[in-house]
Structure formats: C-alpha cells, structure tokens
C-alpha cells in the first residue's frame, strides 16, 4: 500500500513539473530550459528569485505551483522515509525476536547448511515439529530461511563462537549438511570440542572420506549418493516393498509411522515382559525390535522379552498410538 502511495504521489509531482514547465512557456515566452529551472526552483523553494519578472498570470501560476507542489512533495518524502523507517525497524525488531528465540532454545536440533541435502532435513524436522536451528553464511539462503520462518542464525558454522552462539551446549545433536566434505569434518571437529557428548550426523560427498568423518567424532556418516543409487537398485529389485515402506512410514496414507521411544528409568514398563507390559493390546503397535543400553539389537522379539531402562522400542502404529506409548514408556 505505501509503495502503491509512493508511485502516485511522484506521477503526481512528474505532472506538476510537466504543467508548470509548459504554463512558464506560454505565458512567459521563457525557454524550455528556462521554464523547467523556475518551476524546479519554486517546488523547492530555494529562494533564488524570479529568472525574468513575471506577469500577474505567471505569478498565478507560480502560486498554484507552490501550493501543490510544496505539499505533494512534502508528502513523497514523507512516504520514501515512511517506508524506510518501517523497513528498518521491521528488520531491527524481528531480528532482536530471532536473538531471544536462540538465546531460549534447547533441546533442538542444529543444521549446518541450508543447501539442498539441509533443506530436506529441515523440511522433515518442521513436519514433525521438531525444534531446530539452521546455521547458514549465505544471504540468499538466510532470505529463503525467512521466507519460511525457520530460525537461523547467519554465520560459518566452523567458528567456535557461532556454535555457542546457536546452542550447541544445550542442544540435543548436530547434522553437518554443508557441501564441502573438508568443512563437515572442521565442524565435527569443533563440535566434539566444545561437547564431547553431543550427537553429530554428517554428510559425506564422497564415501571414501566416511572413515575420515567417523575418526573426527561423527556419530553417523550419510553419503546421499551412494543411498540414493542404493534406493533406485532397491526399486528395480523389490518396488512392492519399497512401496509399502513408502506408502506406512513416509507418506502417512495408511496413517502408519515407524517411531523410537526410549524406556526411562522410572518408567511403570521397566521389568515387565512385552505380554505383560501389554504394549500391543494397548496401543495396537507393532513391535519391531528392541535396543538394549549395550547396543544389542533384539529383533522381532518374542513376548518373553524384558523391557529394561534406557531401552529403545522400536515400533510401527498410528500416530496418536506412538504418541501415549511414548508417554507411558518415559
């Protein structure tokens, strides 16, 4: 609306320039030149004085002109501030906003690099309402970030104090999604040495440097390559069972979702047997396997097994299902 005021206001003013350059020409017989300088000069009352004397219908038009002119382009400048002032102030208050948002953060996640392998982890994240922070050095992508109100904080994620500045203390992991496989590692690096416990994921272009990534402290390593040529012979093998797994755990047709849910300790679950915990006829899920504290991976366990603290249950059910499962077990 301001922008739309702002161009009326200047034809406006362009249209008194115009009137008032062809009245001094008529009227008083002055040069092109000449009658654009006089009507310049009365607009913006400088006070230079008359070029010529002027007539009594030249001193008529040089009032019209003042009046009009004076107040139209008072109120042009007044909308070109107008709409710098908000700008700015809008940019200063929302960032303040962004500021305290990441000073309050915990628990979150960070994504480093928001090119296209970022963009997807995040567009996860927010699906599942999942709290993040994208830590990202280029201007076209911070504007992108915006854009889609993700919180962010512009900066190199290679820097000890940028990290800091993110949460990295009090968030719950880290995935390095930048393009370089050298700045992955700088950043795993960096974030193992100021939280050893923290958990990274890491991108890798290249699968020969997965070894490099794990010895620098990367709890996981991704090669998006080598999973998605992986996942195409995959559908050229077996596409029905791609398909389903598409079908239950991604795209929620069926309303399906594979979920984790760590057992605390002072879960009401802990000792009990699956038959007697009575997960499956509570909560009609499908247990698929268990993971011990010790890293065992218990698959398709049988109704003798023990659930036991920090245990994970892996399991497949509806969605609100997972969710009151989730509850009791923690």
């Known amino acids: 609306m301001e922008f739309f005021k702002l161009r009326v206001s200047a034809i406006l003013l362009l249209l008194i320039i115009v009137v008032g350059t062809a009245g001094y020409v008529i009227l008083e017989r002055m040069s092109v030149f000449d009658s654009f300088y006089m009507t310049l000069i009365t607009i913006s009352t400088v006070g230079f004085g008359e070029i010529s004397p002027l007539s009594r219908a030249g001193r008529v038009l040089t009032v019209g002109i003042i009046i009009s002119g004076i107040s139209l382009l008072t109120y042009t400048l007044g909308q070109v501030a107008k709409i710098f002032v908000e700008g700015e102030l809008r940019k200063l208050l929302g960032r303040r906003k962004l500021e305290k948002q990441i000073a309050e953060i915990s628990g979150h996640f960070i994504v480093c690099g928001f090119g296209r392998i970022g963009e997807v982890i995040c567009g996860e994240l927010a699906a599942e309402k999942i709290p993040f922070l994208v830590i990202e050095k280029e201007g076209e992508k911070t504007e992108q970030l915006e854009k889609l109100r993700y919180l962010?904080?512009?900066?190199?994620?290679?820097?000890?104090?940028?990290?800091?500045?993110?949460?990295?203390?009090?968030?719950?992991g880290l995935a390095t999604a930048v393009s370089s496989d050298a700045d992955n590692v700088f950043i795993t690096l960096t974030a193992k040495g100021l939280k050893p416990d923290i958990f990274v994921l890491s991108r890798a272009a290249d699968l020969k440097n997965e070894a490099k990534m794990l010895r620098a402290g990367a709890s996981r390593v991704v090669c998006p390559y080598n999973m998605g040529g992986a996942r195409m012979a995959q559908i050229l093998r077996k596409p029905t069972v791609v398909d389903f797994l598409d079908t239950t755990m991604m795209s929620g047709d069926l309303g399906l979702k594979l979920e984790e849910a760590v057992v605390s300790a002072t879960s009401s679950m802990v000792g009990k047997t699956l038959v007697t915990s009575n997960l499956r006829r509570d909560f009609g899920v499908i247990i698929v396997a268990i993971k011990k504290a010790s890293a065992e991976m218990v698959f398709n366990p049988g109704p003798d097994a023990i659930i036991d603290a920090n245990d994970v249950i892996i399991a497949i059910g509806k969605q609100h299902d997972m969710r009151r499962m989730r509850e009791v077990l923690s």
């Open 152 to 172: 962010y904080l512009a900066g190199d994620a290679t820097v000890d104090d940028v990290l800091r500045e993110a949460g990295l203390m009090r968030a719950k």
